[in-house]
């Protein structure tokens, strides 16, 4: 039996968003598969906000076509946003109304129960007592954190976050990504932009990069680590391990009772190979996103920093 | 129309709309009470010729009949500005203001298209300035009746010149939500309505008090708001017909231009 893949969350093809002669996106084509957390990559300016706001309907595509949850972004935002929870980036919020009256009011307009309020309250430390405070006398993170909360608090399909960890403190980051494992795990779909590379591989299925409104790369996170060459610190006793014929070792320094060297692919046949009692101390710093992007580029003649300092900032900006 | 949305904006507006109400009825209640007190007076100063005759007939009312100064209450730059509040402050501020907040996306990032949230705040606000009006209204008759002096209006007309005035201030505040929906900020919307009513004002005062210029006041809009004619049964149709094109003309661009419009992210 022929086996068919499900039809993408969020599906875009040679998706152009022109602001007169500024070029926001051009030529955009990706797939957002169901129960993918998903990271949009790119610098200030790169054009991730004007995707996510013509996938919602904000703006207008030039030419090109796009679709959520298979609904048309031009025709049926109305369906879509019914569907989905939205964070915007640099979110805005009634100051005049408290922390809990946001929620209500935008839970009302959203027309669907808040199932996951609570949950996400107890999870962001946004107490009943916090949530009785007008918006305005809010900190910026507590703004972002009731942003969160406004977007997840109907359990949506689809989350689209924009910028979502902006504002947050590292202890409600590390919270944050923790609600964003567990929608993955229920098999929600989140689509997420950022300019943090690091803040993506811990939770991101799939990375996408977009650099001057082009999509510049688009990968699993797994096999991007996987690629990476990790540096590896070993430290001995007594006579040297044999460090010969090792797969993957290379760029090998021995000073006296230490080596330093580079490792790419799998670790085992490495730690098989050093596995001796005179082994002291063994570091193999962990793969970052961020070094293996650098790595990919470079291998690969990818974009020069000049492209990513040719992204329009206007583009996000100009009405 | 969406019912959260409606109630929530005339939560926004609850305040300032108790205050503007109460004291509408107030000044609502002086006219009948200087038309009372100083109408003989007056007249007689305007037939001695001490004071021009035009000064007596501002806009379209006159201090020497009961209709004729409701009239001029209801086109007093008081009662101008206790409507504008709502027909120019607030129906710019509707759209414009959510997107110079920046809290526009967050309400269209609910299943809310923008023609019904358009719509819900047109009827909003509508109702807020119907209300205000419906106690300028209230507040003459109020005064009328302490002084004796309903008699001298028809009572049955006064529905006419609300719906005769609500039209005049829809076609204000509809020209004031189509700059809202236009425009990313505030200021150039309000500017814009400001100088539409403004302009329809002058237009009206200039033609009332220079004979020379009288036919200026067929291109305001003001002109066509005629209480004092309706409360003497005299109501023109085609003063109804004119505002309800002005009403509708802002109404459609709005309709149409507002959907079509890229909302970029806030600067």
């Not at chain 1, 084509?29 to 998903?38: A, C, D, M, S, W």
């Not at chain 2, 206790?82 to 414009?96: D, E, K, R, S």
Request: net charge negative; glycine share 10%.
């Amino acid at each position: 039996m022929e086996s068919s893949s499900p039809a993408p969350v969020i599906a875009t093809r040679d998706l152009t968003k022109h602001y007169g002669k500024v070029e926001a996106l051009t030529g955009l084509t990706l797939g957002v598969r169901p129960g993918e957390v998903f990271g949009f990559l790119g610098p200030n300016g790169a054009g991730k906000s004007t995707l996510i706001r013509t996938l919602l309907g904000f703006l207008h595509p030039t030419a090109g076509e796009a679709t959520v949850l298979g609904l048309d972004v031009v025709r049926e935002s109305v369906e879509i946003r019914g569907r989905t929870g939205y964070l915007p980036g640099g979110i805005a919020l009634y100051d005049s109304l408290s922390g809990g009256d946001v929620l209500d009011y935008l839970a009302d307009l959203q027309g669907q129960e808040p199932i996951r309020r609570g949950e996400l309250c107890d999870r962001l430390q946004m107490t009943g007592t916090v949530l009785k405070r007008k918006v305005r006398d809010y900190s910026r993170g507590m703004r972002q954190k009731i942003g969160v909360i406004q977007a997840l608090q109907h359990d949506p399909e689809l989350a689209i976050l924009d910028e979502p960890t902006e504002g947050l403190d590292p202890l409600m980051q590390h919270a944050f990504y923790g609600i964003l494992e567990d929608l993955g795990h229920e098999g929600r779909t989140v689509f997420f932009s950022s300019h943090v590379l690091s803040e993506v591989e811990r939770v991101c299925d799939r990375v996408a990069i977009i650099r001057a409104g082009r999509l510049m790369a688009l990968h699993d996170v797994g096999e991007l680590l996987a690629r990476r060459r990790r540096r590896v610190t070993l430290r001995w006793t007594g006579a040297a391990p044999d460090l010969t014929n090792i797969p993957g070792l290379e760029d090998v320094v021995v000073r006296g009772d230490r080596m330093i060297g580079t490792l790419s692919g799998h670790v085992a046949p490495f730690v098989r190979a050093i596995a001796s009692p005179n082994l002291e101390d063994l570091t193999i710093e962990p793969a970052r996103l961020e070094e293996a992007f650098l790595e990919y580029y470079a291998e690969d003649g990818g974009p020069t920093e000049s492209a990513a300092g040719d992204a329009p900032e206007a583009a996000e900006t100009t009405g | 129309m969406n019912a959260r949305l409606l109630l929530q904006t005339w939560r926004w507006q609850r305040v300032r709309l108790l205050v503007i109400v109460v004291a509408a009825i107030g000044w609502g209640s002086l006219f009948p009470i200087f038309y009372s007190a100083f109408s003989d007076a007056l007249r007689s100063l305007a037939n001695a010729g001490t004071i021009p005759k035009e000064l007596f007939n501002f806009g379209s009312g006159s201090l020497f009949t009961l209709p004729g100064a409701l009239t001029l209450g209801l086109e007093h730059p008081i009662s101008l500005a206790m409507l504008g509040v709502f027909a120019v402050g607030a129906t710019t501020g509707a759209i414009a203001g959510e997107r110079q907040r920046g809290t526009l996306e967050v309400l269209l990032a609910r299943p809310i298209s923008r023609r019904t949230l358009y719509i819900t705040v047109a009827v909003a606000l509508l109702a807020v300035i119907g209300l205000v009006l419906a106690a300028i209204l209230a507040g003459m008759a109020i005064g009328a009746a302490t002084q004796g002096l309903l008699n001298q209006i028809d009572l049955g007309q006064l529905p006419l010149v609300f719906a005769n005035g609500l039209l005049l201030w829809g076609a204000f505040a509809a020209f004031g939500l189509a700059t809202s929906v236009s425009f990313d900020r505030t200021g150039p919307a309000l500017g814009l309505t400001m100088a539409y009513v403004l302009l329809n004002y002058f237009l009206e005062i200039l033609g009332s008090l220079l004979t020379d210029a009288a036919w200026t006041q067929k291109y305001s809009l003001f002109h066509h708001f005629q209480p004092g004619q309706i409360l003497t049964g005299k109501a023109d149709a085609l003063d109804f017909f004119i505002l309800a094109v002005a009403v509708v003309i802002p109404v459609v661009y709005a309709l149409i231009a507002f959907p079509r419009r890229d909302l970029a992210a806030p600067s």
